[in-house]
């Protein structure tokens, strides 16, 4: 099925181990003896030159000596070592190396020199690299043991369908951990460490590729590839397998330009959680709901559709649980009425909208249960069912009633997600689990892991609509630095972005005529690319009424600009009219140095700032896109007609976010930021006035640009 | 120690069983088995006219045949024989009953006057009732078991300092459940029911007092006696006994009026946090945290002082923790110089500044964890400590150290908080808890907890500043109804709220000369207690330039509310001077129909709304309390001098929230809501004025008073 160049690393036919010991617990041990005992079906070759056999293997004393195919040698050896084995592992024509070997790039500058001296050589021989300073990796449908975690030591994990890859080693077996006592049954588990080679980008797309693998988990600290992991995204989108990421570290790569507003407010973390959500990733905020979400997509059903169910024993907490499910965005509806008359008629007292409070009744009438449950699915038709049954998961007659419950509804519905709320033990826990029901104790740990399966059902339900990658761009390139207002605005009407029409003057007498051509009032702006901040520099002077405020404006503005920065090189004075009604936002455009070009809308005035209402992309962005930006900001109230207003130009600013989304994508490396601040969106039919702008182009063979 | 008079209810010397049953888990023979088997030590009297002798007790026809002092009376029938046993039980003296018995208020209005008069008899002859319609209580520790909830047939909990009191039965036995898996010992255990006397808040006081009880965890659906329960809650923070709460249903109690923005805007929920807040109750966010944080306030000290250290064995999961702790407010302090290079000194590529990372190295030398953890008490000095170990609490070695690290930390420092976050079976967990130190496997659980008991630090670390009760109130009447906005301003002024000159005008010539003797430009607002919303009704005109325009202005807002509301009484137009500079908010109060009068201070213009920024206390505040919620608001830097703007007069603001808040308490019954929208806080030295003012007022006596 699947031609992946890691094939011969994640599935190998033969695994050599360099510095294999008969020591236990010597990581030159570990994986050797994992592989014997859990039944690997290659060949196993322990690399020993002081030893004829280990662990009751014959040993080679070199990779060369084995003369037969090596598709993965595991380094089990000092970094002193490695260089040697390396030789030895391009001479015998090995496909794969996992480097166990620390003391690299994590340790110092010298190591880093030395780790990308080693990787070099093997990308040179065609030899794919896990590491080094990895915990390797684990191929567990396959019993591909090539990591010497301890974790190993504590008890195996089941096979089954997530996949998890981790730059960590410890969150690796950690999560390794997590799975075996959750019951979650893994397919690859692989620990990237430095990263020389293979990151964490290459394994997703594998395990996309994978049949073995439905799910994929995976942890990360950065990313020095954007556009490979948004390859390896689209990937598994493509194939529609569910990518669940935990992603920590702020990392402070790339200096922001500091003249640009929309790079301080991205931060990295904005930026990562743009391509998640334009990916289709759910992104989990702590590492119980990364497992949850998991496990969940291992062992149900997305929900055929997006409407929710909530069964109760307890009104006060059915109450919890519809508030809960309300801030998670899922749909809490009604019951038809047929269906509510048909509980009623057993429990007049009970609730029956939905929540459906079937009371405390429930311990008299244990069938009121599969009753409510069944009409909830078949006539009320809701996409996932949760069911809270407080502590009766623990009396073995509730427990062997969940166990029918569980088999009934799935049988009968088996598009339908279901999961139960109640106390219940760790046997009872992975019985209905193996049935496709989870249970949770916490029922809103319930509800958020419902909010990201009904996440993955809306994803897949359309096709999917991923940015273009960088391959697809039209060239573009902006000058390194800074430009002036007018030729900012000059270019962002070159692409589509109207401003009104302004004037240039460079004389008193001009800025006179200028403003007389226009029309009164005026605003008058100091015109320099040396100048993003004008205000401060008292460079502006606004609501310009007649000529001789006009002569005296211009006069202040060149007297304060000079008094304030006398050694900014001054174009002159910008006129421009000023312009009434609309709702301002602010629109940018950024260059991050791992995913490139991003763009932001954010509400107008102080609101961006002191609320954070803004909303990111990955450029380009399509018109949906566009759309959904506006709706996702707090204030986007204000466009549509906020307490009378008239309405505001919400398509023509879709379309003003996708054209600067498409001029930011083009410029490619040359995009440093572009900030738009404020775009006036005008009543509808009036389109959208760009006030003022900043360019920042980049020179990208410059040391050390942002 | 304590005289409540719960102390026969709760710690009863007696206990009768009205309906005691010999039928295995008959509701009548549940709490008879559970008195004797595990050893209730004081007298047990089942009654029952047909049998002689109940469980190997001697049985009596009734109450009064026992003939000697009953406190405690379980009503163990059903609903059609609860009079005559109530007769019964007045006729014994009983002093406390417990009623289980179903079919009252929960079922219809018919129930609902049942259960009035059977409380009504109970309270003329001085009995205490728990219920109806409620799975009754127990006291673990003296093994009073009047309860018949099935899950303790799934096994006890163990005593300990916990009590719980719960509304809602089905929740009262989950969380029974709850706190046996995990360990947590309880006190007492109560189940209110329909709560015909015995609420809540009676059950949060009588813990306050008991000695057994050191944590107070409370599930809240409703509350009808809100200064009952603030009573409650101000007893429990005397006495530094820390309340955990869940507090579920946004109940539709009292409708509000809808001529306030303040009212709407509230929501009971808002008010219920405000309540919380300024009493010192945590209030959970869900039932795994509710438990979490109730178990590490039973186990572990609170936090010597606020500064929190993270030690993690991943430098990644030491950045999400990192993360975290500065989302939930807490001071990741760095190392100091020296502590760090003691650590370097053993690990030179370590993370030392805080968080702590050790590395992977922590394997081949486990040795590292003592040394980088007593280095940061002993030098880094932290309050708490957190220390990630990621799979590590699996194997025996590793348990064993964290086993001598948790023994050792907490001898050397018994006054700071530590937790572990690892994976760890219940045994091991349940060992580290013995020794104080509670353990999640997942790290954001952990820094959620503790930022709880960072809260309780720092709430008991000052002398409790609440508001006063409602009987403290120097009583003022606010005429029911609204009033004009010239007679809502005098109102304000009279209670120290300043609001610019205004003059009133009932004709045009009247109208010319206040705007004269005002000074151009001017405002000018139709005058009418029945028009709360005078723009919607065309009846503002701002800006008024000149003698004409006050003409013309004064006819047009006569003309267009006459037009818009012909009925409506006009008391003539306000002229107001145009008021420049300054911040806008919005400054309110309203009476909520439980918890009493509430001030609000929010946000001026739309943020208010769309970004909900506000901030809520129970009336009256101090001045501390008032600047708090300055401080609260998200938009607080606009009035810290935002981009140069002039610092606005924040002290006179708390002055002014501060006087509502007195006003507004002082109120008491009569009030039903104030907006003041807008306030404008001037520049410093200047205070604040109220440009718009509501006032409702309400007549406590008509039937529906809001």
Redesign the interface.
């Known amino acids: 099925m699947s031609t992946s160049p890691l094939d011969s690393f994640l599935t190998p036919r033969s695994v050599a181990v360099v510095g294999a010991s008969t020591t236990p617990d010597k990581i030159g041990a570990v994986p050797l003896r994992h592989l014997i005992e859990h039944g690997y079906d290659g060949a196993i070759f322990p690399i020993n030159p002081a030893h004829a056999e280990v662990q009751g293997l014959p040993a080679y004393p070199s990779l060369q000596a084995v003369g037969r195919p090596i598709d993965l040698a595991i380094f089990a050896v000092p970094a002193a070592r490695v260089d040697d084995a390396m030789s030895d592992a391009v001479a015998a024509g090995v496909k794969s190396v996992v480097m166990f070997s620390?003391g690299f790039a994590?340790?110092?500058d010298e190591g880093a020199r030395a780790q990308r001296r080693i990787a070099e050589r093997a990308r040179a021989a065609g030899i794919r690299l896990l590491g080094p300073n990895c915990l390797g990796f684990m191929n567990i449908g396959r019993a591909v043991y090539a990591t010497f975690s301890?974790?190993l030591?504590?008890g195996l994990v089941a096979s089954g369908p997530v996949g998890i890859v981790s730059?960590?080693?410890?969150?690796a077996?950690?999560a390794?951990?997590?799975a075996r006592?959750r019951g979650v049954g893994l397919s690859v588990w692989v620990a990237t460490g430095n990263e020389a080679d293979i990151q964490v980008a290459d394994c997703i797309a594998w395990m996309a590729n994978d049949p073995a693998t439905r799910v994929i988990m995976a942890?990360l600290?950065g990313c020095t590839d954007g556009e490979k992991l948004k390859q390896a995204l689209a990937l598994a989108r493509a194939v529609r397998k569910p990518v669940v990421i935990?992603k920590?570290?702020?990392s402070e790569l790339g200096a922001k330009a500091a003249a640009s507003h929309t790079a301080a407010l991205a931060g990295d973390d904005a930026v990562f959680d743009a391509l998640f959500r334009q990916y289709g990733v759910w992104r989990a905020?702590?590492?119980?709901e990364f497992f949850d979400v998991a496990h969940c997509l291992a062992v149900s059903p997305l929900p055929a559709h997006g409407s929710v169910g909530l069964l109760t024993?307890?009104?006060?907490?059915g109450?919890?649980m519809a508030?809960e499910a309300a801030e998670l965005g899922l749909d809490v509806a009604p019951m038809p009425g047929e269906a509510q008359a048909r509980i009623r008629a057993r429990v007049?007292?009970a609730g029956t909208m939905n929540p459906v409070d079937v009371?405390?009744q429930v311990?008299a009438d244990p069938e009121l249960l599969p009753l409510a449950a069944h009409t909830m699915l078949a006539q009320g038709g809701y996409g996932a069912l949760v069911i809270f049954l407080?502590?009766a998961g623990?009396?073995p007659a509730m427990q062997a009633m969940q166990l029918r419950l569980a088999h009934e509804l799935t049988a009968a519905h088996p598009d339908r997600l279901l999961m139960f709320s109640?106390?219940a033990d760790a046997a009872h826990q992975r019985a209905l689990a193996a049935r496709g029901c989870l249970t949770f104790?916490?029922?809103?740990?319930a509800l958020r892991v419902l909010a990201a399966a009904d996440f993955f059902r809306r994803q897949f339900s359309v096709p999917p609509s991923l940015p273009e990658q960088a391959s697809e761009r039209t060239a573009l390139r902006l000058e390194p630095g800074l430009r002036n207002e007018a030729d900012a605005l000059a270019l962002l009407r070159e692409h589509g972005i109207a401003s009104p029409a302004i004037r240039r003057a460079v004389s008193r007498e001009q800025a006179c005529a200028a403003a007389q051509a226009l029309g009164f009032p005026v605003a008058m702006k100091v015109l320099s690319a040396a100048l993003p901040h004008k205000t401060?520099a008292g460079g502006v002077v606004l609501g310009v009424n007649d000529l001789a405020q006009a002569a005296q404006a211009y006069d202040r503005i060149r007297e304060r600009v000079a008094a304030a920065v006398p050694d900014a090189a001054i174009d002159g004075v910008l006129v421009a009219p000023m312009v009434a009604g609309g709702v301002e936002c602010i629109l940018g455009a950024h260059r991050d140095p791992v995913l490139g070009a991003v763009v932001m809308l954010g509400a107008g005035g102080?609101?961006v700032e002191?609320?954070r209402?803004v909303s990111f992309r990955l450029a380009p962005v399509d018109r949906q896109q566009a759309r959904a930006m506006i709706d996702e900001l707090?204030?986007a109230?204000?466009l549509r007609g906020?307490?009378g207003a008239p309405v505001a130009d919400v398509e023509a600013l879709a379309d003003a976010i996708v054209r600067l989304s498409r001029l930011a994508f083009d410029a490619g490396e040359t995009l440093a930021a572009i900030d738009i601040n404020p775009l006036r969106v005008m009543p509808v039919g009036q389109g959208v006035l760009a006030l003022d702008a900043l360019v920042a182009g980049r020179d990208p063979e410059a040391a050390g640009a942002a």
């Open positions: 620390a994590e340790i110092d301890p974790v030591s504590t730059q960590s080693g410890a969150f077996a950690y390794y951990g997590m006592e942890y600290e935990v920590v570290g702020r905020r702590t590492i119980d024993v307890s009104g006060g907490v109450v919890l508030d007049p007292f009371t405390g311990t407080a502590a623990l009396t109640t106390l104790p916490d029922p809103s740990r401060e102080v609101n002191l609320m209402d707090k204030s109230p204000l906020f307490r």
